[in-house]
């Protein structure tokens, strides 16, 4: 029962996006609302995301140097860097990020309209929530993600960079010959393709328990709740399998 539970759950997920993206189909959403919800998305969110990606990049140099530095490859720190951080924890982090700031964001805002009623008036009034509410969002979601994504990889290469250099003592030109040796342009399209995945699950999700929330207070609480838990979840494991197409 549980199993046709999560799979009903997937279903009505499932249709709740592809309704979005048929309305989108036949309607574009006006400018004025998707760029608002750009700058709820990307700017507020840029700098927390950037000085998470500073702290990892940098815990992923100082590991990488030491777990090295055993068999004398400690040199080879800056394509273990440029590797990891933009294929892996890059988008990661910015997923991870839309979900608990812009996602918990949005979540609460449309359940809140919920239980006030709200989306039942616009319906009444003739206006399709799916275009009001959601698709200005869906499309902000897939614009963002990708800038997002590159100010990421920038911000963790730059401080993984500092602490081999500065703290570590390695050469400053041998770490950025092979961070630019062994990454390439597939690389960082690979890390933007995981962004704008992780971009539009954060997206759907939210939005599906905001406009499916329960009553009163805890129906908002709980819908917050379910959305984080269920995107961080999917989230890692989609990674895995992201992780094996691309690298396969």
């Not at 004025?32 to 919800?37: A, G």
């Not at 449309?110 to 959601?134: C, H, S, W």
């Not at 960082?188 to 499916?212: E, N, R």
């Amino acid at each position: 029962m549980a199993g046709a539970g999560v799979l009903g759950e997937i279903g009505r997920v499932g249709k709740f996006w592809w309704t979005t993206v048929h309305w989108m189909a036949t309607h574009w959403p006006e400018p004025r609302p998707v760029l608002e919800q750009m700058f709820r998305i990307g700017v507020m969110s840029l700098p927390v995301i950037l000085a998470i990606c500073a702290f990892v990049g940098s815990n992923i140099v100082l590991v990488g140097f030491y777990t090295f530095q055993q068999f004398g490859g400690q040199d080879m720190v800056g394509a273990y860097s440029g590797l990891m951080s933009i294929r892996e924890f890059s988008p990661i982090i910015v997923g991870a990020m839309m979900a608990a700031k812009p996602g918990t964001e949005m979540t609460a805002t449309i359940a809140t309209m919920r239980i006030k009623e709200q989306i039942d008036a616009l319906e009444v009034m003739a206006v399709n929530p799916f275009g009001y509410l959601m698709a200005p969002r869906f499309l902000a979601f897939m614009l963002v993600a990708p800038i997002l994504i590159i100010f990421a990889d920038i911000s963790a290469i730059f401080a993984g960079w500092l602490v081999a250099v500065y703290q570590l003592g390695v050469n400053s030109g041998a770490f950025m010959a092979d961070v630019t040796r062994f990454l390439t342009i597939d690389d960082v399209l690979f890390s933007i393709v995981k962004g704008m995945i992780y971009a539009l699950l954060t997206c759907v999700v939210s939005c599906y328990f905001g406009y499916t929330s329960g009553p009163g207070p805890q129906g908002v609480s709980k819908a917050i709740n379910r959305a984080v838990v269920t995107i961080a979840t999917l989230i890692v494991v989609l990674n895995y399998f992201l992780s094996e197409m691309m690298w396969g």
